[in-house]
């Protein structure tokens, strides 16, 4: 068992949740549990050790876990399985075998999110509140980790994943300007981005 996320990392909030990563040796891991323990959401998830190792091979995987794993705090290891990921993860490289992985990754993603991308298309002729969600929100997360997964980038946890992909391709590049204006991350000295404006820059996006 391990502590992991925002107070594994010393970040922590007054409602921040408790995260325990459980590796299991059953072929099939448990539905993760939520809990409410002394005024804490404690969040219980569990991975296979078949799992674990996908934290090392595939691209979305690496970016999502070896930041957290680093930071792990290891609360219960009696056989040493955690100990061994955490001291692979802070040695891990991106190479150029997860680098091809990660150019196929994000090739498929791409393809994916053509039907978001249609369906701003569709409701820039006319507006419907589902499509404007998926073709503004739903299409930006998903070019969010197409960045971060393209550029390798070892994000540290989900509050930190908008400014690391910006950060990825530049602060003040084109594409991180309609990255904010889609979310609404517009100083409030600026002019704010109507609904359109945030659907627009989505599109400019993809």
Known sequence: VALMGSRARGES?????V??????TEETA????????????????????DQAERWFVEPRQIVEVISNLRQAHILIDEQGVYDNLQRRAKQFQWTDVHQAKANAYVSSELVGLIEEVHK??????SFHAGRFINATHGLAWGLTYIVLVYHGVLAGGDNTLITSAQQAVGYDSDWSR?????????????AQPTREDQLRASLRLY
């Open 30 to 49: 448990p539905e993760p549990d939520t809990h409410y323990v002394d005024e804490q959401l404690v969040v219980v998830s569990y991975v296979t050790l």
């Open 19 to 24: 995260d325990l990563v459980c590796l299991t």
């Open 120 to 125: 701003g298309l569709n409701c820039l002729a």
């Open 178 to 190: 309609l990255h904010r204006i889609v979310y609404g991350l517009v100083p409030s000295t600026e």
């Open 13 to 17: 909030q007054a409602f921040s949740d």
